[in-house]
């Protein structure tokens, strides 16, 4: 896995102690590179405990501050059917891509 991508999974396991386990189990599928960012797709993310009566769902993840995006960019992890599907990263700004990010540090807003 990219840093980038393991210090955002675990900033997840952090701010959600229930996706802790689910998220150490977590295995890459495949990887999406859009304009903007990436999708990283997963298997092995089956939640433990799934909202009941809720098929699809986002959780939203820390901002991410570069020197490398001026915009910086959001970060989203993506459920559906009590399975961790997907990890987003998104620059917010037209000027960048997310995806060639080395140094960053993350932040709870933008």
């Known amino acids: 896995m990219k840093d980038l991508e393991t210090a955002i999974l675990n900033w997840f396991k952090e701010n959600n102690p229930e996706l802790e386990n689910v998220i150490s189990r977590l ?8 304009e903007s960012g990436s999708f990283t797709y997963f298997i092995g993310g089956r939640l433990e405990d799934p909202m009941e009566n809720i098929s699809i769902y986002n959780v939203a993840g820390p901002y991410i501050s570069s020197p490398e995006l001026q915009g ?14 997907f990890l987003e ?22």
Do not use: H, W
Not at 27 to 34: A, F, H, Q
Not at 90 to 108: Q, V
């Open 27 to 34: 295995s890459i599928r495949r990887r999406e590179e859009t």
């Open 72 to 85: 910086g960019a959001m970060t989203v992890l993506g459920i559906s059917d009590g399975e961790i599907v």
């Open 89 to 110: 990263i998104m620059a917010l700004d037209d000027n960048g891509n997310s995806n060639s990010i080395e140094k960053f540090e993350l932040k709870e807003r933008f």
